[in-house]
């Protein structure tokens, strides 16, 4: 079975500063890997998909990467802002079933 | 936004009790899916449908059942009411399949928050 993991759990930062976010699985036989952001009380809204045969997507100020051969994808967030507080949850599809992390909750101080 | 919603938004229900959340969509998508997102557990695909009449199970279905007669309506129904299915349950919707290779994202309701008491 799929598991993904993400770490950390929970991250703050100073606004203005760049990070990165990691998620990790452990089947590599994937066939898309997707990042989400969720606000409190709200449902998610994708960020970047990325399809198996890529290495990145980039959206304005986030980029994703994927090694599908290592089992990890990465999100950075270049210059943050106090906006971008939320959690930010991966996803991938392997077979006919979505696999989620549990997320990392993004504080951003201004 | 896409145009989803879900009815209740929160509901307080006791074990044995029959639920049926309702899950509403203008944008005439064929998919449609049912989440559960637990504490440590992130979210997990109950049920999906690929059209009216037409569904699957998904990773966690146990104790849960769903319909499709419209193609804008999904519900889903706890038959019996535990404990263990409080959550918070998902609504969310795509033009193509999510689970292939098709470039596809799922567009997510607000959800809706169920206590069983």
């Known amino acids: 079975k799929q598991e993904v993991t993400q770490i950390p759990a929970a991250l703050s930062v100073p606004e203005g500063e760049n990070l990165v976010l990691n998620c990790s699985f452990t089947?590599?036989?994937?066939?898309?890997l997707q990042w989400f952001r969720q606000d409190p009380g709200k449902g998610l809204t994708s960020l970047l998909l990325?399809?198996?045969?890529?290495r990145e997507q980039t959206s304005g100020r986030l980029n994703a990467s994927l090694d599908k051969s290592s089992g990890r994808s990465t999100l950075y967030i270049a210059a943050s802002q106090p906006g971008d507080s939320a959690t930010y949850l991966c996803?991938?599809?392997?077979?006919?079933?979505?696999?989620f992390g549990t997320g990392t909750s993004l504080t951003v101080i201004p | 936004d896409a145009g989803i919603t879900q009815s209740p938004r929160h509901k307080v229900t006791e074990t044995g009790t029959p639920v049926t959340l309702r899950c509403h969509q203008t944008?005439?998508?064929?998919?449609m899916y049912w989440y559960r997102q637990d504490p440590g557990h992130g979210l997990r695909l109950i049920h999906y449908?690929?059209?009216?009449?037409?569904?699957d199970k998904g990773e966690v279905s146990d104790g849960y059942s769903v319909s499709r007669s419209k193609t804008e309506d999904f519900l889903l129904t706890l038959e019996s009411a535990t404990s263990s299915q409080t959550s918070v349950y998902f609504c969310?919707?795509?033009?193509?399949?999510?689970?292939?290779?098709?470039?596809?994202?799922?567009?997510f309701g607000p959800g809706t928050r169920l206590l069983v008491l």
């Open positions: 969310a919707i795509s033009e193509q399949g999510a689970f292939s290779f098709n470039i596809e994202t799922q567009y």
């Open positions: 990325i399809q198996s045969s890529q």
């Open positions: 996803a991938v599809v392997t077979g006919n079933q979505f696999y």
């Open positions: 944008e005439n998508h064929r998919y």
């Open positions: 089947d590599s036989a994937i066939y898309n």
């Open positions: 449908s690929y059209g009216v009449k037409d569904t």
